[in-house]
């Protein structure tokens, strides 16, 4: 997945900034600990403020956008984080998991390396019925089809807690149902450049999808059908974010 991101990476850091609504959830999952590892750190979003943080990320495209005083990084994967045994008080894997070769070595490493664990991540199951998915673009749930589910998620961390992240009409983190209440940010390639939902798909199945949405939205289809959505300030669009181990 590392060429993935090498693509999308280019304009990532201004795409997808931090929504903060989300990063307070994730900023006080690991209370406590003085010490974090980000795995799959990309540019930098999400990354705790308080304490000794150390970012692991495989792609040198995304590197090259972390900001200056960003916390030190180191290029690696997370089937293999090159760090010692319980070197973190916790470890810390914002929309990555997905990407993982092989999520069950990823989730033992980060058992290995840090006590408590925190992921944010997505119900693959709500990713089937996002309307986005559903009625333009079902390839995508074909090509999740393999993705970790939540009971293996929550399997491989040894028991956990998972709490909703819903999201707000306006967010401002460019993921693939950021824009529920926006169909029209969709039809921005610069906004699907940032998206692997997108980046993963043959460009004629994206550009079939795109076109169908784009005459939806038109000719006021797509608000009829949606109507309901309208009037939400937030949707549970199937994010979660899961902890487990210790307190730190």
Same mark, same amino acid.
């Given at each position: ?20 609504r ?20 990309g ?36 089937e ?29 490493? =980060? ?32 090509r ?12 491989? =961390? ?16 460019g ?65 979660r ?8």
């Amino acid at each position: 997945m590392t060429q993935v991101y090498d693509a999308i990476g280019v304009d990532y850091a201004n795409l997808r900034r931090p929504e903060p609504r989300w990063a307070a959830q994730i900023e006080a999952a690991p209370a406590g600990a003085q010490s974090i590892v980000n795995v799959g750190a990309g540019s930098g979003s999400y990354e705790p403020a308080n304490g000794s943080v150390v970012a692991l990320e495989p792609s040198f495209v995304m590197i090259d956008q972390r900001p200056p005083g960003a916390a030190p990084v180191v290029a690696g994967i997370a089937e293999a984080l090159p760090f010692p045994e319980d070197s973190f008080d916790a470890a810390l894997a914002v929309l990555t998991v997905h990407h993982w070769r092989d999520p069950d070595a990823g989730f033992a490493e =980060l058992r290995r390396v840090a006590s408590r664990q925190v992921v944010m991540t997505w119900d693959r199951e709500a990713v089937v019925d996002f309307w986005l998915v559903r009625e333009y673009l079902p390839e995508i749930a074909e090509r999740e089809a393999d993705v970790v589910t939540m009971r293996e998620t929550c399997a491989g =961390l040894d028991t956990a807690h998972v709490e909703p992240m819903p999201v707000s009409w306006d967010c401002v983190d460019g993921c693939i149902a950021a824009y529920w209440r926006r169909p029209h940010a969709y039809l921005d390639a610069r906004v699907r450049a940032a998206i692997s939902g997108f980046a993963l798909l043959e460009p004629a199945v994206v550009e079939r999808g795109i076109a169908a949405l784009a005459a939806d939205h038109d000719n006021g289809a797509w608000q009829s059908k949606h109507a309901d959505l309208l009037d939400l300030d937030e949707l549970d669009a199937g994010y979660r974010l899961v902890t487990a181990g210790g307190t730190g």
